[in-house]
C-alpha cells in the first residue's frame, strides 16, 4: 500500500533545480505527478506569475492532488493565496526541509533541532500574520481577532527561548566532551560537504563503521564521532548533516550544536561529488563555502575532497574543479565505495595533522 502523497511541484526550469525538489519530494513521502516550471518564484502574490497561477490551478483539480511544492520560501500571505486558489495545502521548500527533518529526527537533541526550526518557521510567518490583523486582513487566522494573533505570537516565542535553553544544556554537555577530547591530545576531523557526496561513505570507511548510507537526501541527521588510526598518530573523525542550497540561516541556527563542532575541528574535509555536472558541482560548492564561512570554519583547515572518482575520467574531474571559483590548490581525488585514492587521503590527513611529528621522527 502506498502512502505517497501525491503533489504538483512548481519549481525553476533547470534540470538541476527539478532534481533537487524531485528528491527532497520523495524523502517526504511526495509522488510528484506533474511539475510546474516557471524562471521566477518570486512574485507577490502568488509566488508565480498569475497566469501560471491559473494554470496550477487547472492542473491541481485535473491529477486530483493533495498538496502544492512550491520550491523557495514564500511569505504567510502568498501560501494563503496560492491555498485559496488551488483548494490544497502549499508546502514551500522551507517547510519540505523540514518535514524530512521531522521525519528522520531520531535523538533527543536532532528532535529539539528540528522543533526549533519548526517554530522559527512558524515564527517568520506569525509577525506577518500580526501586521495583517492589524490591517484588518487575516489569511490564515481564519477569524482570530489581533489580540489572540499577539498571544498566539508569544507563545511560540516562548516555546523557542524554552528550546534554545535545553539546547544550551546540550551544547554544554559538547563542550565537556571537546575538553575531555582535548586533553587526550586527539586532533579532530569533521566531515562536510553537500547531502549525499558520500560523506557517511567515507566515515564507514575510515572507521569500519556501518552507518546508514543511501541515495536519498538528509540521510545523517544525527553527528558520530569515532576515532581513526593514522601512519603518525590517533585523530577524531566526525561525521554530521549535509548541506543543501537555499538553507535559510535560522535553520543552519537550529543545527548549531551539531555543525558547531567544525568550528573546533583541527581539519574539515569538504567532499564534493565528482560525478556531478559542472553547474550543479560549482552551486554544492558555492551552498557549501557559504555555510563553512557562517558557521566560522577558516579556509585554511578545509582540505577539498573529491568523491565517487569512479563515475568519471580524472581529467573530467579535475577540469571541472580547475573551474570552481576557488584558490585552493590541493585537491584530494577518491571513491570512499570503491576505496580508491584512500591512502593518499590519510597520508595528506596525517601530515596536516601530524606533520611536525614526522618531522621529528625523521630527524631523530
Ligand atoms: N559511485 C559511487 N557512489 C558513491 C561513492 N561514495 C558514496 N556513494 C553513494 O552516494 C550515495 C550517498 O552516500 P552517503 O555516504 O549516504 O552520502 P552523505 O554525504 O553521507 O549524505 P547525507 O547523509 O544525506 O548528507 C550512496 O548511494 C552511496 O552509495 C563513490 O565513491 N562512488
Ligand atoms: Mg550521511
Request: charged share 30%.
Amino acid at each position: 500500500m502506498s502512502l505517497l502523497k501525491r503533489a504538483i511541484l512548481v519549481t525553476y526550469p533547470y534540470q538541476f533545480n527539478i532534481h533537487e525538489a524531485k528528491e527532497l519530494a520523495k524523502a517526504a513521502d511526495y509522488e510528484v505527478v506533474e511539475v510546474v516550471k516557471q524562471r521566477y518564484l518570486m512574485h507577490s502574490k502568488y509566488g508565480l506569475g498569475s497566469g501560471k497561477a491559473e494554470e496550477l490551478k487547472r492542473i491541481v483539480s485535473e491529477k486530483g492532488c493533495n498538496a502544492v511544492l512550491f520550491d523557495e520560501s514564500l511569505k504567510s500571505v502568498q501560501i494563503y493565496n496560492l491555498a485559496k486558489l488551488t483548494g490544497v495545502e502549499i508546502i514551500d521548500r522551507e517547510k519540505l526541509i523540514l518535514e524530512i527533518f521531522a521525519k528522520r529526527a531520531s535523538s533527543r537533541e536532532s528532535k529539539l533541532q528540528v522543533r526549533l526550526a519548526e517554530l522559527e518557521y512558524e515564527m517568520a510567518r506569525a509577525k506577518e500574520k500580526v501586521r495583517l490583523a492589524k490591517l484588518g486582513e487575516q489569511p490564515g487566522f481564519y477569524g482570530l481577532g489581533g489580540y489572540e494573533v499577539e498571544v498566539y505570537y508569544r507563545a511560540i516565542k516562548r516555546m523557542v527561548a524554552s528550546i534554545k535553553e535545553k539546547l544550551m544544556k546540550v551544547r554544554k554537555h559538547r563542550a565537556l566532551y571537546r575538553q575531555r577530547r582535548l586533553k587526550l591530545g586527539m586532533p579532530t576531523i569533521s566531515l562536510a560537504g553537500y547531502t549525499g557526496a558520500g560523506k557517511t561513505t567515507l566515515f564507514n570507511l575510515l572507521t569500519h563503521e556501518d552507518k546508514e548510507v543511501a541515495d536519498s537526501v538528509f540521510t545523517t541527521l544525527i553527528t558520530s564521532t569515532r576515532s581513526i588510526t593514522l601512519p603518525y598518530g590517533k585523530a577524531l573523525l566526525s561525521d554530521t548533516v549535509g548541506f543543501i542550497s537555499r538553507l535559510p540561516t535560522y535553520m543552519i541556527e537550529a543545527f548549531k550544536s551539531t555543525l558547531e563542532e567544525m568550528t573546533y575541528a583541527n581539519l574539515v574535509l569538504l567532499l564534493l561529488d565528482g560525478s556531478d555536472p559542472p553547474a550543479e558541482l560549482h552551486r554544492k560548492y558555492e551552498s557549501c563555502t557559504t555555510v563553512l564561512s557562517e558557521i566560522g570554519v577558516p579556509v585554511e583547515k578545509t582540505l577539498i575532497v573529491c568523491n565517487k572518482s569512479d563515475l568519471c575520467s580524472k581529467e573530467e574531474i579535475e577540469e571541472k574543479i580547475g573551474a570552481l571559483p576557488t584558490n585552493i590548490s590541493e585537491v584530494v581525488f577518491i571513491s570512499a565505495k570503491m576505496g580508491i585514492g584512500i591512502k593518499t587521503l590519510t597520508d595528506l590527513i596525517d601530515a596536516r595533522l601530524f606533520g611536525t611529528r614526522k618531522l621529528i621522527k625523521e630527524a631523530v
